[in-house]
């Protein structure tokens, strides 16, 4: 198989990148998954990512996958790896049952409900984020940031980051961040995995892969709005080889 020949032939960063190519999106992500479930410990910003970002097709296909390599649910196996707060709202993420509809008044509900059980109260209710933030559909949440800063003052953001801590945090904020753009998440993903002394590697690989076909248009827009110079100039500087040149045949032109 063409997978086993670029393993053979092909080491590092240039070869994960490579095999990770010719590897269908849905297994990719089952397969990023997988990664991030093994060994001692769980790399949660991975889950994260994934599960705040995907739709409920794209969960569905890869659950399929490791339910088909696995001869497990997902959602069993994760169980075993994730707790609390963090741990619930993951698998109602991971279930993939997500709303699709969009309703005014319930969005309107649902701002006073997070303002009551945050910004209001003495101590926060996650769980009220964890229902709202992990079940609503992604209008209906457009319509309830709307909302909510009408009623709070500050954005959702804003109030997540003052009243939640921790991994939820992350996932909370992953998720308001694509509520408002995938492509803006993912910009800001791809700034952080590079800024700084050395690159992590594999956050690099699995964005500009897992978005390649989908967005990567819009995230090198977003992240010339954002940092004021390219995704394009930012790899060349930061990946050398065959990597980097690989990289920036993914990423496609230069935003002057």
Same mark, same amino acid.
């Given at each position: 198989? /063409? ?8 080491? %590092?960063?240039?070869?994960? /990148? ?10 990719? =992500? ?46 069993? =196996?994760?169980? %075993?790896?994730?707790?609390? =707060? ?80 921790? =991994? ?27 800024? %700084? ?60």
């Amino acid at each position: 198989a /063409l997978q086993e020949d670029l393993r053979g032939d092909t080491s %590092g960063d240039f070869e994960d /990148l490579l095999v990770s190519l010719v590897t269908p999106p849905a297994v990719f =992500d089952c397969h990023q998954v997988m990664r991030a479930m093994k060994g001692a410990g769980t790399s949660d910003c991975v889950l994260t990512e994934i599960l705040a970002s995907r739709t409920n097709e794209q969960i569905k296909a890869f659950t399929d996958v490791y339910l088909e390599e696995t001869e497990k649910k997902l959602t069993l =196996d994760l169980k %075993g790896e994730v707790s609390g =707060d963090y741990g619930d709202a993951l698998l109602i993420l991971a279930e993939g049952e997500r709303e699709t509809t969009l309703d005014e008044d319930q969005a309107k509900e649902d701002a006073k409900t997070l303002y009551e059980a945050g910004e209001k109260k003495w101590g926060t209710d996650e769980s009220k984020f964890i229902e709202i933030l992990c079940q609503r559909s992604i209008p209906q949440l457009r319509r309830t940031l709307v909302e909510y800063k009408k009623i709070s003052g500050k954005t959702l953001q804003e109030s997540i980051q003052g009243e939640i801590s921790g =991994d939820l945090e992350e996932l909370l904020l992953a998720i308001v961040k694509c509520v408002k753009s995938v492509p803006a998440y993912f910009a800001e993903r791809l700034y952080y995995c590079m800024k %700084g002394g050395g690159t992590d590697e594999s956050t690099l690989i699995r964005i500009m892969v897992s978005r390649s076909e989908i967005d990567m248009l819009d995230i090198r827009a977003e992240f010339k709005k954002l940092y004021e110079y390219s995704l394009h100039s930012a790899i060349e500087s930061d990946c050398g080889g065959e990597f980097g040149k690989s990289l920036l045949v993914i990423c496609g032109g230069d935003d002057e």
